[in-house]
């Protein structure tokens, strides 16, 4: 079976579920995950990345919805603010070709810093064994004028990919990671602590919504199911 591309809205959120934009470190070798929170179905942990003062956060857990469920429900534009923590907007900016997508959203920080924004690309790839790699990194493409940055700080996303894998059709297996640096000036300690919270919040937020969205009635036609199941192709 030859490898499927398509394409999708991923807010990274971004996202995202640019679930951390503020990540930062001291100085400290490479070392095996440490765990910030976990519970029986999800943990969010973090390491040193072989970026200078970034660490790399990762979150796994398993939930309950269809491979099309899931990827529609984070291409659900205008529901990204209900999960994502911290999100105010995302923006689909423009679409290049089937396989990717340049998209920005934003978001709140505490005061007295400034928001934030991260404008990234995405591709998406399913594999042989139906798994999804979501591949995503800094767009070089221009901001449209429309959408107002200027008081905004850029967050430098280092790199970020999403593994997804069905472990039956009703049933995924996630894993998020992402080194970003939130650019500014923030105390290590409070982007820290900012970045694993909002990391936590946002699955917890799916694990709540996601079972239970309309999208899990729809199946995408791009995607293999491990069971092909009769639904409503929203597009």
């Not at 807010?11 to 934009?21: G, Q, R, S, Y």
Request: charged share 20%; glycine share 2%.
């Amino acid at each position: 079976m030859q490898c499927l591309r398509s394409v999708f809205m991923i807010k990274i959120i971004v996202i995202c579920f640019a679930l951390c934009p503020f990540i930062a470190a001291g100085e400290q070798s490479e070392r095996d995950w440490e765990i910030h929170k976990k519970n029986k179905h999800a943990s969010v942990a973090f390491r040193p990345s072989e970026f200078d003062k970034l660490i790399e956060v990762q979150a796994q857990f398993t939930i309950d919805s269809t491979l099309s469920g899931f990827l529609l429900f984070l291409q659900d534009t205008d529901h990204i603010p209900n999960w994502v923590a911290s999100a105010r907007k995302s923006h689909l900016v423009e679409q290049h070709t089937p396989t990717k997508n340049s998209f920005l959203t934003t978001f709140d920080t505490l005061w007295p810093f400034s928001n934030r924004y991260m404008y990234v690309d995405s591709d998406i790839v399913q594999n042989q064994d139906l798994s999804i790699e979501i591949n995503v990194r800094n767009s070089k493409h221009p901001i449209p004028k429309h959408i107002d940055v200027e008081s905004l700080t850029a967050i430098d996303v280092k790199r970020a990919k999403w593994i997804v894998k069905p472990t039956s059709d009703k049933k995924l297996a996630i894993t998020y990671q992402i080194v970003a640096d939130p650019g500014g000036v923030v105390p290590y300690w409070l982007s820290n602590k900012f970045a694993l919270n909002n990391m936590w919040r946002s699955i917890v937020s799916i694990q709540q919504q996601l079972p239970q969205s309309r999208w899990q009635q729809h199946r995408h036609s791009a995607l293999i199911e491990k069971k092909l199941i009769n639904a409503t192709v929203p597009y």
